[in-house]
């Protein structure tokens, strides 16, 4: 940016229609969030084999176009090993290290999305024979994402991010490497960033900075450690006994709503609650050395306590972030919200707070809380959003000798699968009044403008204008103006604008402009320039 100008120009390429640094104004238009199509056929994988234990959640899917076939990555929980390990040293945090260890990362691969294949990949051994564990880690796999680097050295184009621990005083975030994708192994055996973010930690690398961005738990947040130890006063135990004022509220609100069964199971199994998860932010050149990590989102006045993690990817001329909102307050569950950033770092959300992915329905396989992927697949036309769901609160893994009776599939977790068009995370919606927009100015460089919206009984109107100082409106270009428009009332990711029967722009190259169109009846979700 030069002198006072606070919005550069467009450049080349698409553009999401999500705040003013594409859209210089609009009128009668309003953001809508669109949620993903879930899969007819219900959860895509679920806990099968002896090694995943009693529990599993999606950690990263991606595409590889050059073999046609979807990749993922997934974490596995035996809760038994777990509490075997504890057993050894109940009263010290040595419980949390070494052998037998109780979480994997588990690698499938499929051809359509929804149907998984287990490869046996014969690097690790187990009594149930053939799996397909890729990594253990040292001590724990969990909170883990994949980022690949195309660009990369050939041994270091996979990085995992897990959570993992090597001794009582070494745990945190760190970093192992692979050539494949399949085969892993640590640089060193120390975190790259201590302590405890029991998250879905992820990273994403930035191009333009040539830095790479990791979001991960909260430290340095206000509220430190967990609540029950402040309300019970000074060396009050963890118990599994919820604290007196959060049971009380829970009875009355299961006094109030009978009709809701989940409130009665909520009261019988309460929780203490924890207020401290926030978003993080570090960043490194060289993945060795860390900035400190920073808060970048906390809860406000319009939000639940706890902001549990979020998971960032680039789109676009955008990062866009699906973030987990927990509500501790009552009901312990998590649904997704969509955030959305320019540099990674400043995030933002719309207004109202729209749910991106809601939680299931009572009984249904993620009525409770749904966790996504790192990050969501392109393949042709379409989004594919994944998740994990889960069919009960977040703190019945702390709380319960075992899963009520009713919940659907016994309290395992599930990956599920959603579907949007393409770009469909966010929309300028017109609804029956006609609305407006004007884009801010770019010089064009294609020979083509083209729209990805859905007409749905309306039409869109666009003009080609050239910033004028004394014409608020802008001078329209000849044959190019409103009137000229061929108006659009379909169905397209990719319609190209044209006046007149003529889309071909290609002799306006070079000259400044800027784009208006109005609409009703229609979501327009991005242009390309």
Not at 214 to 235: E, T
């Amino acid at each position: 940016m030069e002198g006072t100008d606070v919005y550069d120009d467009l450049g080349p390429g698409k553009h999401l229609v999500l705040d003013q640094h594409t859209i210089a104004d609009r009128y009668r238009l309003r953001r809508r969030v669109h949620e993903p199509k879930r899969e007819a056929g219900g959860p895509v994988l679920t806990v099968e084999k002896p090694w995943e234990g009693d529990s599993l959640s999606v950690n990263s899917v991606m595409y590889d176009a050059d073999r046609g076939r979807y990749r993922m990555w997934y974490n596995v929980l035996d809760s038994v090993v777990s509490d075997e390990r504890w057993s050894k040293h109940p009263d010290s945090l040595e419980g949390n290290i070494g052998e037998p260890q109780p979480g994997y990362l588990c690698y499938a691969e499929s051809e359509d999305g929804v149907h998984w294949d287990r490869p046996g990949l014969g690097i690790y051994e187990h009594e149930a024979g053939a799996n397909n564990i890729c990594f253990k880690g040292y001590s724990f796999v969990q909170g883990c994402s994949v980022c690949y680097r195309p660009d990369a050295p050939a041994d270091e184009r996979y990085v995992l991010v897990n959570l993992d621990w090597f001794s009582v005083t070494s745990g945190g975030v760190s970093l192992a490497y692979s050539s494949d994708g399949i085969h892993w192994a640590y640089r060193e055996e120390r975190p790259v960033i201590f302590g405890e973010s029991d998250t879905l930690n992820n990273m994403v690398f930035n191009a333009e900075r040539g830095v790479h961005m990791l979001y991960m738990r909260g430290w340095h947040s206000a509220a430190i450690g967990w609540i029950g130890d402040w309300v019970g006063g000074p060396g009050r135990p963890m118990s599994r006994k919820a604290d007196d004022r959060d049971l009380n509220l829970r009875r009355r609100h299961a006094s109030e709503h009978p009709d809701q069964p989940r409130l009665e199971y909520l009261v019988k199994y309460g929780s203490i609650k924890n207020e401290r998860r926030r978003v993080t932010y570090s960043e490194s050149r060289d993945l060795k050395e860390w900035s400190e990590p920073q808060i970048i989102i906390s809860p406000d006045e319009l939000d639940v306590s706890d902001l549990y993690g979020m998971c960032v990817f680039r789109y676009g001329d955008y990062y866009l972030g699906q973030l987990w909102v927990h509500d501790d307050d009552e009901w312990e569950t998590i649904e997704m919200e969509l955030a959305f950033s320019r540099d990674g770092v400043a995030w933002s959300r719309l207004p109202d707070r729209p749910t991106f992915i809601r939680r299931g329905a009572p009984g249904e396989a993620d009525g409770f809380m749904v966790l996504s992927a790192q990050a969501p697949v392109v393949v042709g036309d379409d989004i594919y959003v994944y998740w994990t769901g889960h069919d009960r609160p977040h703190d019945a893994g702390n709380w319960l000798d075992g899963a009520p009776a009713g919940l659907e599939n016994g309290g395992k977790p599930v990956v599920c699968r959603g579907r949007l068009r393409m770009d469909g995370f966010v929309s300028l919606r017109a609804d029956r009044r006609l609305g407006a927009l004007v884009t801010r100015p770019f010089v064009l460089e294609s020979d083509r403008i083209l729209i990805n919206a859905a007409a749905y009984g309306g039409e869109i109107f666009a003009e080609l204008t050239e910033p004028d100082a004394e014409d608020v409106r802008g001078k329209a270009v000849a044959g190019l103006g409103a009137d000229d428009f061929d108006v659009f009332r379909g169905d397209d990711i990719g319609h190209a604008l044209s006046w007149g029967g003529r889309s071909d722009l290609s002799a306006l190259k070079g000259r400044r402009l800027m784009l208006r169109m109005s609409m009703y009846h229609t979501d327009l979700f991005s242009f390309t320039l």
